[in-house]
């Protein structure tokens, strides 16, 4: 019997968690001008899963994808749950988000950059931005 619908490709994914014990104080130059990165305490879940896709449909990214609409919305209503997103003149490019959920330690859950703007030295400069906030 055929199935209708879209076939399911399985993905093996490796998750890698790194810990950082001391702060490195290297500074990173802005790449260019025009860029904002802006807190926003209250995301709704269709303004967060615009972001999570764009950033993350190229490399199969599916913890938020696979929560219910409730379940996050509990997490972003979370005020230790931080949502940070980087702008180039007024455009999003790419967000980091903080859990800070736990006593004496920070979890950069989510970053990245939409494709179009990966290549440019935004990651690089966003990344230290995240580590600096943290």
Do not use: N
Request: hydrophobic share 40%.
């Amino acid at each position: 019997m055929a199935r209708k619908g879209k076939s399911m490709e399985l993905v093996e994914v490796t998750v890698f968690y790194l810990e950082m014990l001391a702060p490195s104080h290297r500074p990173v130059p802005a790449p260019r001008e025009g860029l904002t990165v802006l807190h926003v305490p209250s995301p709704t879940v269709p303004y967060y899963r615009s972001l999570y896709d764009a950033v993350g449909k190229d490399y199969y990214w599916l913890s938020r994808r696979k929560m219910s609409d409730e379940a996050l919305a509990a997490v972003l209503g979370d005020t230790r749950d931080e949502l940070h997103v980087l702008h180039i003149e007024g455009t999003p490019v790419g967000f980091a988000e903080l859990d800070r959920s736990r006593p004496d330690q920070i979890e950069l859950v989510q970053f990245g950059l939409m494709p179009e703007y990966i290549g440019q030295g935004l990651g690089r400069w966003f990344l230290r931005w995240t580590i600096d906030r943290a």
